[in-house]
């Protein structure tokens, strides 16, 4: 079954802790990113990635980190989580850019006291 | 840079009835697609309808169908027959090139 997948769902941490969300697809797919989703904001983009070792920041990338290297998996990396990146994270993939279809994660809630 | 307005927060909508979510975009580009959408509680990102600018046609998936306006930038989705499974969060998006830019969203609710 084609997907993407993210781990883990829900994460409750304290300020500082680094921590890192997996996202992996099985559809080998170039374009990988990443999005925050906040109450009436909707969805914005943190970082993209066109293919192995290539990553570039989207609109809201401060407090983040990314890497690509495999086609499969585009870890979010939060070196020094503040509160301030509370929020819901999808990972997404379309086989390349501009594609029309992009499959997403299924979310991770993550909290930061 | 390229925005998405939806315009209201929240519809109502009673079961079987029609309801059109509103959305509105900016851009200078003339070749790009338009999403919308659903969100239901378990958070689950699901496409329910696309567009393609180049295309006049209005696309129509079942019961979802849009009214694309490319010259007043105008995306809106037309529910018809709604149904209770139809209650969730829509998103608007526009989608060029790197990534897709979504719209603040629009909760759905559906009366029985």
């Known amino acids: 079954e084609a997907q993407v997948t993210q781990n883990p769902r829900y994460l409750i941490t304290v300020t500082g802790k680094k921590l890192t969300v997996t996202c992996s697809q099985n559809?080998?797919?170039?374009?990988m990113s990443w999005y925050r989703q906040d109450p009436g904001l909707g969805l914005r983009q943190i970082y993209y990635?066109?293919?192995?070792?290539?990553?570039d920041k989207g609109d809201v990338p401060e407090g983040y980190k990314v890497s690509r290297k495999e086609k499969r998996n585009f870890p979010l990396i939060l070196e020094s989580p503040s509160p301030n990146q509370t929020s819901l994270y999808f990972c997404a993939s379309t086989l390349q850019q501009g594609a029309p279809e992009q499959y997403f994660g299924p979310g991770t809630r993550l909290t930061v006291t | 840079a390229q925005t998405v307005t939806q315009s209201q927060p929240e519809m109502s909508v009673q079961e079987a009835e029609t309801v059109t979510l509103s959305c509105t975009y900016d851009t200078s580009e003339s070749d790009y697609y338009l999403f919308w959408y659903k969100q239901p509680p378990s958070r689950q990102m699901i496409l329910v309808i696309r567009?393609?600018?180049?295309?006049?046609q209005n696309a129509t998936e079942n019961r979802f169908s849009v009214n694309f306006q490319k010259a007043a930038k105008s995306f809106s989705l037309k529910i018809s027959d709604s149904q209770l499974g139809d209650a969730a969060m829509y998103f608007c998006a526009y989608c060029e090139g790197n990534k897709l830019v979504f719209g603040a969203g629009t909760i759905l609710r559906v009366k029985s």
């Open positions: 567009q393609e600018a180049y295309k006049q």
């Open positions: 559809m080998n797919h170039e374009y």
């Open positions: 990635s066109m293919n192995v070792e290539v990553t």
